[in-house]
């Protein structure tokens, strides 16, 4: 455990860049922290690359004036208001804010928690930006891209086997996206059955947030019940009582936000179909259960995975990400269309499903991370996939044996053994010491560690601590991160102001969160300006 002597610079209240010497785990970082303005500020008008104006002209007077055939009212009024900078100033911007980046290439990543970050193996990159790959169209002919459909069937085919399924969509983006597609698709089922009666959604307040979130933008009521106090689990009495003839179906996530792997699954799964209703299984942890659980065998009628989490393609920080659907064959025909099929010959989209809730995202999905994760399955195998799986709660379990022993710092649910993450609080040493999880985060970067995931709302563990170290994580990763926390934490017993004035030596700047007036987050460039109209 590193300690503050109380006779050094630190504890005296040193200049922040001085913080750091007397800790054990100084890793010299310094991170590189730039006064980067945005293109926008940057932009000076008149000021464009020489080249372009030839190259216009070029153009025009090999085709024509393309914007003089449009309809008049497909014609803008006036050109794009785009920032006008020359191409090295372009350059330059771009790389500034690539070095104040931070991810797995850099270094310590494993706070994330319920994200899954793992390492992508760069062959996988390589092989995504290979020709035939990333020079493919959407809307070339099926008999010109057999390769990436034979692809696509069969990471379709290994998902149906992990997850005991019979279909599988790639359309949705992402995690919500695909929880959306599933809320979708419950409505549809209902619809077609003549059951719109049924607008309810019943889900667990430690499930993926996504999954209320989606459900209530697809429409339907969202009934939320939290977990046991004791078991960590949602209990078979709240959900009978939650239950009615207006059921549509439960979306919730196994294994929990928590950690914790709810024993009753399928005890909620047969109650939830003998109410008519339909089953979601959210996989986003996925990771701590690989080819050890099948959410088809406990009774759920769809899941939705996370490409860019368990299969180790990047995630991307909103994007690239995949979040692959899969079905039970009676849910076939809402998948979102085209999907891949193999007639024993040759590939196929098929867009003709009776029932198909139509398309969530433009052609067949995030191509390139399916590729991505092909190539990681095909490299695992079926041993590596149970082994990745074993290893990420390895690492959990030492992680949560090390972090107990921080002043300070307790856990949720502390009878109830965690998978692939756990859920920490930091109650104690706020109230004993005024710093909170927001603090402690601040601080952990000065470390040149991925700072930690606090929690999903709603906060029902107080001061919250999330991390999730993958099978990626060496011990020596964890040990580092660990021992960031003692220290840290010896910061905030001995001279709380080091830990409250963080980071010292992060990119990462103090935030002001307002969480009662996100609606009045300016979301574009635009926007900001008519708000701060002298910003």
């Not at 006036?78 to 191409?87: A, D, F, G, N």
């Not at 493919?136 to 399924?165: K, S, V």
């Not at 599988?168 to 059951?195: L, S």
């Not at 179909?273 to 659980?293: C, I, K, P, Y």
Request: aromatic share 8%; with cysteine.
């Amino acid at each position: 455990m590193t300690t503050i002597d109380p006779k050094s610079p630190a504890a005296e209240g040193a200049p922040a860049d001085r913080y750091l010497e007397y800790s054990a785990i100084d890793t010299g970082y310094r991170a590189v922290r730039w006064h980067e303005k945005t293109l926008y500020e940057q932009s000076r008008p008149g000021s464009t690359n020489a080249i372009l104006p030839a190259v216009e002209k070029g153009i025009v007077d090999a085709v024509g004036d393309v914007v003089a055939a449009l309809p008049a009212a497909a014609r803008r009024a006036r050109p794009p208001e785009m920032p006008e900078l020359s191409e090295p100033e372009i350059l330059r911007h771009y790389i500034r804010c690539s070095q104040m980046t931070y991810g797995y290439d850099s270094g310590n990543s494993m706070g994330l928690g319920t994200c899954t970050m793992k390492y992508s193996p760069r062959i996988n990159e390589q092989l995504a930006a290979l020709p035939e790959v990333k020079a493919l169209h959407p809307l070339q002919p099926e008999e010109t891209i057999q390769g990436i459909l034979e692809i696509m069937y069969g990471m379709r085919n290994w998902l149906c086997e992990l997850a005991g399924m019979d279909e599988v969509t790639f359309q949705p983006r992402g995690g919500g996206h695909g929880a959306f597609t599933d809320a979708c698709m419950i409505r549809a089922y209902h619809h077609a059955r003549g059951e719109d009666f049924r607008d309810e959604i019943i889900t667990c307040a430690v499930s993926h947030p996504c999954n209320p979130a989606t459900a209530s933008a697809a429409g339907f009521k969202v009934i939320s019940l939290y977990p046991d106090e004791v078991t960590g689990e949602l209990g078979i009495d709240a959900l009978r009582a939650a239950i009615s003839d207006r059921t549509a179906g439960i979306m919730m996530t196994a294994p929990y936000d928590t950690g914790v792997f709810d024993s009753q699954i399928a005890e909620y799964a047969r109650l939830v179909h003998e109410a008519g209703g339909v089953v979601s299984l959210d996989q986003a942890n996925f990771n701590g259960v690989m080819t050890r659980m099948r959410a088809g065998d406990l009774g759920a009628d769809m899941v939705h995975f996370n490409l860019h989490k368990t299969f180790s393609t990047p995630h991307g920080s909103y994007g690239p990400g995949a979040g692959a659907v899969a079905v039970k064959k009676a849910f076939r025909d809402f998948l979102p269309v085209p999907v891949v099929e193999f007639d024993g010959s040759r590939y196929h989209l098929n867009s003709d499903l009776s029932n198909s809730i139509g398309k969530v995202g433009t052609f067949m999905g995030m191509v390139p991370n399916v590729v991505k994760a092909y190539a990681w399955v095909l490299a695992m195998g079926a041993e590596g996939l149970r082994e990745a799986s074993e290893w990420a709660v390895i690492n959990n379990n030492y992680l949560i044996k090390k972090l107990l022993e921080v002043r300070g710092l307790d856990i949720s649910w502390p009878n109830r053994r965690k998978l692939q993450e756990a859920r920490f609080s930091l109650a104690k040493l706020h109230d004993e010491t005024g710093v909170g999880t927001l603090d402690f985060n601040y601080r952990l970067a000065d470390f040149g560690v991925q700072t930690y995931f606090e929690s999903h709302v709603p906060r029902i563990v107080p001061e919250p601590v999330t991390p999730e170290p993958t099978e990626s994580i060496s011990k020596e990763d964890v040990d580092q991160f660990v021992a960031a926390f003692h220290h840290i934490s010896a910061e905030a017993y001995s001279n709380p102001e080091i830990v409250l004035t963080a980071p010292h030596r992060s990119i990462v700047h103090r935030e002001i969160h307002d969480y009662e007036n996100l609606t009045q987050v300016p979301f574009t460039w635009r926007v900001w300006k008519r708000t701060h109209p002298d910003g």
